[in-house]
């Protein structure tokens, strides 16, 4: 239904618009020559002072910001390629810098280890040495004093001895058989105690 | 009166009569959009024409132009098509802009005009002869001789040749205007349609009218791309000489 109004609306419409446009006067506008003459003046006029001005004054300027951004690029990209270059340089430079300085410090803390451990070596040794001085001393002081003591015991022995006979008997005996006596057993003793 | 298709076509004067010697220069309608269009090319690349290395969008619009047309002449007439670049710019772009202000509702299309477009076209067929007759002389003349043609049948491809480049101006013109004056005519028939059926049956005549008003657009652009290109086939001709 609705399709047949669309359809009758149109086909009247048409018929409608057909009489409207064949009541006027028909024919292409195009060619009536009475402005003809006054087209192509205004033409030549307008389209050359277009090519004109365009060919001396702006497609110079368009084509010289094309040449010059061109350019501008190109030396960009040079420049940045210079220094990308310059960067490398430098990045193996200062890898070199870094790898020597880690060998010298190792190489220092080597040295240094060495020179420590030689001082310690040489002071352990020196200290042994004293060490070993101050037992031979000490054992010689030993040897002495046992010897020295030896004689002061029998000493004080036979100064006892005496006294002790003085004071039971009331009367001095000769010291020197008492000392005689006293060594003779002390000496007994000593080899008894020294294991001898 | 405005329901005849053919109305939008009328030339009419503006302002007052001008003649020398008694041939009528008077400024029309269609003067008053050749000058529109001129002077738009002119103030869109005169805005493109900064000196930023950054372009801005009038900028890159006015040298994506320049490139186009550029690679357009390189591609099809080579690089001895170099010093007619100015010309072949500054008539597509005319012709662009021409086509392209015809499809603003009301206004008028320049290019819709045979004598405009057989104007032109008799310009490029003329200036391009000349060109190959100074490049080659009379030698020019061996474009109508293709090689490898039996001897019998010479004399008929020798006219049929001729025949062929006398009408390239007719070809040339016709091309452009007609399409611009179908074009026209027909958004303008589907618009009275519009009118007649009213708000019931309107719709259908108004979808073809804005399908038509996209692909009028596209033909604009197309027409003034086929006829730079067609120049520039031309002036490949003229330039070098192949036959």
């Not at chain 1, 669309?6 to 057909?18: G, R």
Request: glycine fraction near 6%.
């Amino acid at each position: 239904m609705l399709k047949k109004i669309i359809f009758q609306f149109l086909a009247l419409s048409f018929i409608f618009t057909y009489n409207a446009q064949s009541a006027e006067s028909g024919g292409m506008p195009q060619l009536n020559p009475e402005f003809w003459i006054s087209q192509i003046f205004w033409l030549v006029l307008t389209f050359g002072l277009l090519f004109i001005i365009l060919s001396k004054f702006i497609l110079p300027k368009i084509s010289n910001n094309l040449e010059t951004r061109k350019s501008q690029i190109l030396e960009n990209i040079e420049t940045a390629d210079k220094q990308r270059e310059e960067t490398e340089k430098k990045v193996k430079e200062f890898d070199k810098i870094i790898n020597d300085t880690k060998v010298e410090a190792k190489n220092f803390f080597n040295s240094e280890r060495q020179k420590v451990l030689d001082d310690i070596n040489n002071k352990r040794l020196s200290l042994e040495k004293d060490i070993e001085k101050e037992i031979i001393k000490a054992d010689e002081e030993i040897d002495q004093l046992k010897k020295t003591s030896q004689e002061k015991v029998i000493k004080i022995a036979i100064e006892t001895s005496s006294d002790l006979v003085k004071q039971l008997i009331g009367e001095d005996i000769n010291k020197s058989s008492l000392s005689a006596i006293v060594e003779d057993l002390s000496k007994k003793e000593m080899e008894k105690h020294n294991g001898i | 009166m405005a329901a005849n298709p053919m109305y939008q076509f009328n030339v009419y004067r503006i302002g007052p009569e001008i003649k020398i010697s008694n041939i009528d220069i008077s400024f029309t309608n269609a003067s008053l959009f050749m000058v529109i269009s001129s002077l738009a090319i002119l103030i869109i690349f005169n805005l493109g024409t900064k000196r930023s290395i950054i372009p801005n969008k009038i900028q890159l619009l006015a040298e994506l132009s320049y490139s186009f047309i550029s690679k357009m002449i390189s591609d099809t007439a080579g690089s001895k098509a170099r010093p007619y670049f100015s010309f072949i710019f500054s008539l597509f772009m005319f012709v662009l802009f021409c086509n392209m202000f015809g499809m603003i509702p009301y206004s008028f299309t320049v290019t819709s005009h045979i004598i405009v477009t057989f104007v032109l076209a008799a310009f490029i067929f003329i200036g391009v002869t000349i060109i190959g007759f100074i490049k080659h002389g009379l030698g020019y003349l061996k474009l109508f001789v293709p090689s490898g043609v039996p001897m019998v049948l010479l004399p008929l491809i020798v006219v049929i040749e001729i025949i062929s480049y006398l009408s390239r101006p007719i070809s040339l013109s016709v091309r452009l205007f007609a399409n611009m004056m179908a074009g026209h005519t027909m958004m303008k028939v589907f618009g009275g349609f519009v009118v007649s059926l009213g708000i019931v049956g309107g719709w259908l005549p108004l979808g073809f009218s804005v399908a038509l008003t996209g692909l009028e657009i596209l033909v604009a652009f197309l027409q003034a791309y086929v006829f730079a290109i067609l120049t520039c086939i031309y002036l490949n001709d003229a330039l070098n000489l192949h036959h």
